[in-house]
């Protein structure tokens, strides 16, 4: 590991992201950086630059079609969406969000480098946006 890492985060930080999965499925639920068609082990497909302005729609489209996970989380798009396969959801990261039940949904959480997380119950499908410190 380049000695600027080790000089810039505390060793539990580079402890936390040396254990750190590039894809992980729990109890249905996808989460990655981007969606399940692409794969999280090729830095060239995790950041490509996309066609502007990015059909999220068809982003999603593609990650259902790859994986059959009933809802799969991303970061990639640094914002707040979310969406089922019937559309986009009404929904900015402002408040909770109820994702449903019996349906797919594919959402993107807002970066944590921009202070941002998410606190997931997969049993209600309540997903809690949350505001996080940014060292700065």
Same mark, same amino acid.
Not at 85 to 113: E, K, N, S, Y
């Given at each position: 590991m380049p000695d600027i890492a080790r000089e810039r985060y505390p060793a539990v930080v580079l402890d936390v992201m040396a254990r750190m999965e590039p894809r992980l499925v729990v109890d249905g639920c996808h989460f990655s950086h981007m969606e399940a068609s692409v794969d999280p082990t090729d830095v060239a497909q995790l950041w490509n630059r996309f066609e502007v302005p990015i059909e999220l729609m068809e982003r999603a489209a593609r990650g259902w079609a790859a994986e059959g996970s009933r809802w799969q989380f991303v970061g990639h798009y640094h +914002?707040?969406? /979310? /969406?089922? #396969?019937? $559309?986009?959801?009404?929904?900015? $990261?402002?408040? #909770?969000?109820?994702?449903?039940? $019996?349906? +797919?949904?594919? =959402?993107? =959480?807002?970066? =944590?480098?921009? $202070?941002?997380? /998410?606190?997931?119950?997969? /049993?209600?499908?309540?997903?809690? #946006?949350? +505001?996080?410190? =940014? #060292?700065?």
């Open positions: +914002r707040w969406w /979310a /969406a089922t #396969p019937a $559309g986009p959801i009404d929904w900015t $990261g402002t408040q #909770p969000l109820r994702l449903p039940l $019996g349906q +797919r949904a594919f =959402v993107i =959480v807002a970066a =944590v480098c921009d $202070g941002w997380c /998410a606190i997931l119950d997969t /049993a209600t499908g309540h997903l809690e #946006p949350l +505001r996080c410190l =940014v #060292p700065g």
